[in-house]
T-cell receptor, first 109, second 114 residues
């Protein structure tokens, strides 16, 4: 079967660093996406990894290890507006996105 | 234009009504998607169109009927829905189906079935 696991909820402090982990088992792999979704709004694209290693985009970084079926999203210098759900999603052998349930990130002052 | 638009934003309908959701993009994307999302759950894929042809139907009940009139438009026709169909319906598009496919999402239609 296909399975993506990520923590249900995390809490962090404004200005700090948080790492959201994701493990996956899917039929085929054509890349891993991270999306941010504020409550009641549409998901917005954050990052894409298809090769092992770290992709950095300003304060956000995403890491992938295909052999371990593992990824993380690293957010630095957290801002209050980044309180949201963060979804890990894997593109499978049919290029369809298999979504994780999402990690609700709560940022406190 | 890097936007996917959806209308209406909110829709309330009875179980005997017929209504349609509309989605539009002008990014030249050739893959378009319908997702259903319940509260605190991830988006759930319903349909995928590739080059205006239905590519994937994820065992969606026939009371949901998709239509792709042209490469920019995607509709979802609704008929005889049930209260459990109440959800946020998201439309998305990507350049193609068979490659790196960052999906751009519309703002969604919040559907309530009474």
């Amino acid at each position: 079967g296909q399975n993506i696991d990520q923590p249900t909820e995390m809490t962090a402090t404004e200005g700090a660093i948080v790492q959201i982990n994701c493990t996956y088992q899917t039929s085929g792999f054509n890349g891993l996406f991270w999306y941010q979704q504020h409550a009641g709004e549409a998901p917005t694209f954050l990052s894409y990894n298809v090769l092992d290693g770290l992709e950095e985009k300003g304060r956000f970084s995403s890491f992938l290890s295909r052999s371990k079926g593992y990824s993380y999203l690293l957010l630095k210098e957290l801002q209050m507006k980044e309180s949201a759900s963060y979804h890990c999603a894997v593109s499978d052998s049919n290029y369809q996105l298999i979504w994780g349930a999402g990690t609700k990130l709560i940022i406190k002052p | 234009d890097t936007e996917v638009t959806q209308t209406p934003k909110h829709l309330v309908m009875g179980m005997t009504n017929k209504k349609s959701l509309k989605c539009e993009q002008h990014m030249g994307h050739r893959a378009m998607y319908w997702y259903k999302q319940k509260a605190k759950k991830p988006p759930e894929l319903m349909f995928v169109y590739s080059y205006e042809k239905l590519s994937i139907n994820e065992s969606v009940p026939s009371r949901f009927s998709p239509e792709c009139p042209n490469s920019s438009l995607l509709n979802l026709h609704l008929h005889a829905l049930q209260p459990e169909d109440s959800a946020l319906y998201l439309c998305a598009s990507s350049q193609h189906l068979d490659s790196y496919n960052e999906q751009f999402f519309g703002p969604g239609t919040r559907l309530t079935v009474l």
